[in-house]
């Protein structure tokens, strides 16, 4: 329940409102007076099929956004409200529906469609009185009760600092896969962080660091710039008062001084669009608190163009670059200053042109570029887009009793519109794959304090966004999930590069993959990580095998002679039993033992593919009554079977040594050749042969055929030559079918 919320009337710091002078020159949203709103909630008619006099504010925004909406739901929903909440106060006083009523004009003026503001009436009933979800869904369908029980598993949840990282899962999993209900929850916050006033400042300042740390950033994650930042400014006032005050001191000085350099590059701009014959909007956009505080940290003394920006609105995408055209061409351009976010849109589905141009007198101002739906999403984020279920020609439910998520709507909680944010359901697969509520919570606090954003390219042309500071770590898993594992190295900008190199805005990155399946991701690899996607993922491998993350195999392939993690041998055990107590050289090990449905029949391991227990395996008889065992999936068998070998069934007998062919690829260094024989002998393997090829393109292959003296040391043996420096891949022996 919210009723602690109080009028902004009473003590305490007050809503952030800019001076008069400033105010004046951009289009105010006027306050509410919750006294004279309390009253009519209370007096007004609500007779069967009129329309409350209580809620007017929202028809009349709702109605600037959606005029042909139905607003008979608002109506019910309303009264639904008012008779539940009856007799229930806010601490400031006035009547509780006051609470609902404000969240919901909030949304409205967002352009939220008739359904997200039909269950923001409703959300805090079921809550809060005897009204139950079954009531909820017989009066107003199932897609609001839905709504509505998402908004009140969300009032359930303790922000204390103890209880984040689990309580913030479970707020996660409370909002399902429908953004409407967290932006319910962002819209309930600003009310509160609105009318914060009478409460003890400690409590105010509890509220506002859990808005900072959670809620501003997801607001920022969804879009929802007008929340955003008024939500900052409400958040500055209370943690940082001197700094608050000092800047609407700033802001006062200039909206007092003479002369107006934004006003008078804004003139300039309108006479060249109007000569051009662009039809253009050209508006003055003041920045917020929080931005000119930042400006004046960075700047320093701040002159007139830093107190806000040119927002120039038009009716198609082709018209903003002409409009950029037109204004690069009459006015001196800021060329370094220039982004273009409409080619490559950001992650929470902004898109304009940045610019800025040059005044004689030195000053630069700063211009943004967008048609009018593009400012709609730029500040509405994902309100704006509606029902995230609904077919893209139905995006404005005005039912008010629109059934639950279609059943063909993709399962992993996309959106069906690709342009639409898919930000919260990677939220909710991270949290689902995140091994402990920590490890999701310590990923996700480092995810939403990233502000900036890169895109590198690969090469067929496909982007990635990552967060600034990314690596190829990152790249990898943002590009193949979990098969990102198999990762061995990249190429940046066409140069081979290392796993930990810091990406940059506009690269080309190509991955190289490895072939071996039971590839394991380096727990080193954690430090260069920077995403939620690529650090959980590492660490629920790490997770699942527990000493395991040392660049090398990890034991559980059955095709590598593993028994699984648990069983496989450690380096140092699987070296000392290669050597007897007293130091001697071991002996040579017994050759593994395969017994076939041909008696008598002499047979003979084939040194194509090398098969070692426990592989699945098949033979063939050839001349001289030989059968030659091969592994199953090796090219050979098909090749053989074509030319109608017969196939003999073989499997293995009481098995100790064996012999394998492995491959194993690095980049090229001195030494390398030494390091990895070393390795080999401290595994207490034999080598039987080996040939090194020639570099090419700084890599180095190596193919090795070894003894072994108990096949179920060969995971270890894998991993001993993989954590040989430079050393990025280990594997089993392919041999290639001849031609037919």
């Given at each position: 329940m919210s009723a602690e919320a109080t009028n902004p009337a009473t003590p305490g710091p007050a809503a952030p409102a800019a001076p008069t002078a400033t105010a004046g020159r951009r289009k105010s949203r006027p306050r509410i007076d919750l006294r004279r709103l309390g009253r009519a909630a209370l007096l007004g008619p609500t007779a069967r099929g009129r329309l409350p006099d209580a809620i007017g504010h929202v028809v009349e925004a709702h109605r600037a956004h959606h005029p042909d909406a139905d607003l008979d739901p608002l109506r019910r929903a309303y009264v639904l409200a008012e008779s539940s909440h009856r007799g229930q106060m806010r601490k400031s006083g006035e009547p509780y529906i006051t609470h609902p009523l404000a969240v919901t004009l909030i949304l409205a003026e967002l352009g939220a469609e008739?359904?997200?503001?039909?269950?923001?009436?409703?959300?805090?009933?079921?809550?809060?009185?005897?009204?139950?979800?079954?009531?909820?869904?017989?009066?107003?369908?199932?897609?609001?009760?839905?709504?509505?029980?998402?908004?009140?598993?969300?009032?359930?949840?303790?922000?204390?600092?103890?209880?984040?990282?689990?309580?913030?899962?479970?707020?996660?999993?409370?909002?399902?896969?429908?953004?409407?209900?967290?932006?319910?929850?962002?819209?309930?916050?600003?009310?509160?962080?609105?009318?914060?006033?009478?409460?003890?400042?400690?409590?105010?300042?509890?509220i506002a660091k859990v808005t900072r740390d959670v809620l501003i950033p997801l607001a920022e994650r969804l879009g929802v710039q007008a929340l955003k930042t008024e939500l900052e400014d409400l958040v500055f006032a209370i943690l940082r008062p001197e700094e608050y005050a000092r800047t609407r001191e700033l802001i006062a000085e200039n909206a007092a001084r003479p002369g107006d350099p934004l006003a008078e590059v804004a003139d300039e701009a309108r006479a060249v669009l109007r000569e051009a014959g662009i039809p253009a909007e050209v508006l003055i956009r003041p920045r917020h608190f929080v931005s000119v505080h930042r400006v004046a940290r960075k700047r320093g003394r701040l002159r007139g163009s830093d107190f806000g920006r040119l927002l120039v609105l038009v009716n198609?995408?082709?018209?903003?670059?002409?409009?950029?055209?037109?204004?690069?061409?009459?006015?001196?351009?800021?060329?370094?200053?220039?982004?273009?976010?409409?080619?490559?849109?950001?992650?929470?589905?902004?898109?304009?042109?940045?610019?800025?141009?040059?005044?004689?007198?030195?000053?630069?101002?700063?211009?943004?570029?967008?048609?009018?739906?593009?400012?709609?999403?730029?500040?509405?984020?994902?309100?704006?887009?509606g029902?995230?279920?609904?077919?893209?020609?139905?995006?404005?439910?005005?039912?008010?009793?629109?059934?639950?998520?279609?059943?063909?709507?993709?399962?992993d909680g996309e959106r069906a519109d690709p342009t639409r944010p898919g930000w919260l359901s990677r939220l909710l697969d991270w949290q689902r794959a995140a091994p402990d509520p920590d490890t999701f919570w310590s990923t996700l606090r480092e995810d939403l304090a990233q502000d900036r954003e890169i895109t590198v390219f690969r090469p067929d042309g496909g982007a990635l966004g990552l967060p600034e500071g990314a690596t190829c770590v990152d790249a990898a898993y943002a590009q193949y999930g979990e098969d990102a594992h198999a990762c061995i190295g990249a190429r940046v900008n066409g140069r081979l590069a290392t796993l930990s190199t810091v990406l940059g805005d506009g690269d080309t990155v190509q991955l190289l993959m490895g072939q071996d399946p039971a590839s394991e991701p380096s727990r080193e690899w954690l430090e260069h990580a920077h995403t939620p996607a690529a650090r959980i993922a590492i660490q629920r491998w790490l997770a699942a095998h527990p000493g395991g993350g040392d660049g090398g195999d990890s034991g559980g392939d059955p095709r590598d002679g593993g028994a699984g993690p648990a069983e496989g041998a450690g380096r140092a055990g699987a070296a000392d039993a290669a050597r007897p107590a007293d130091g001697a050289p071991a002996a040579r090990p017994r050759r593994a033992d395969v017994l076939a449905d041909r008696p008598g029949a002499a047979v003979r391991l084939a040194g194509c593919c090398t098969p070692v227990p426990p592989d699945g395996i098949t033979g063939f008889a050839v001349r001289g009554g030989v059968v030659t065992v091969h592994r199953a999936e090796c090219a050979a068998v098909a090749h053989m079977k074509n030319r109608g070998r017969a196939e003999v069934v073989v499997r293995w007998g009481d098995t100790t040594g064996c012999r394998v062919t492995l491959v194993a690829e690095s980049f090229g260094r001195p030494h390398l050749l030494a390091d990895l024989t070393e390795a080999i002998a401290l595994e207490g393997a034999e080598i039987v042969s080996a040939t090194v090829e020639p570099p090419s393109q700084q890599r180095v292959r190596h193919t090795y055929t070894l003894e072994l003296p108990d096949a179920a040391r060969l995971p270890s043996l894998m991993r001993a030559m993989r954590d040989v420096p430079g050393v990025y891949d280990v594997s089993r022996a392919r041999h290639q079918a001849p031609a037919p």
């Open positions: 008739t359904t997200t503001l039909t269950a923001s009436l409703l959300h805090d009933t079921v809550e809060d009185t005897e009204v139950t979800l079954e009531q909820v869904r017989e009066q107003f369908g199932e897609e609001v009760r839905y709504l509505v029980d998402g908004v009140t598993k969300l009032e359930k949840v303790d922000y204390g600092a103890a209880a984040e990282p689990e309580t913030f899962r479970k707020m996660l999993v409370a909002t399902g896969n429908d953004v409407r209900v967290m932006s319910i929850k962002l819209a309930d916050r600003l009310h509160n962080m609105r009318t914060l006033g009478v409460m003890r400042p400690e409590k105010q300042a509890r198609e995408d082709a018209d903003c670059y002409a409009v950029l055209g037109e204004l690069h061409t009459c006015m001196t351009p800021v060329v370094s200053e220039f982004k273009d976010f409409i080619a490559v849109p950001k992650f929470n589905l902004y898109q304009s042109l940045h610019t800025a141009v040059a005044r004689p007198d030195g000053q630069v101002v700063e211009v943004l570029i967008r048609t009018h739906q593009m400012h709609k999403v730029a500040e509405a984020g994902v309100v704006a887009l029902n995230p279920y609904a077919p893209a020609a139905d995006t404005s439910d005005t039912s008010g009793t629109a059934a639950t998520p279609p059943a063909d709507a993709p399962v």
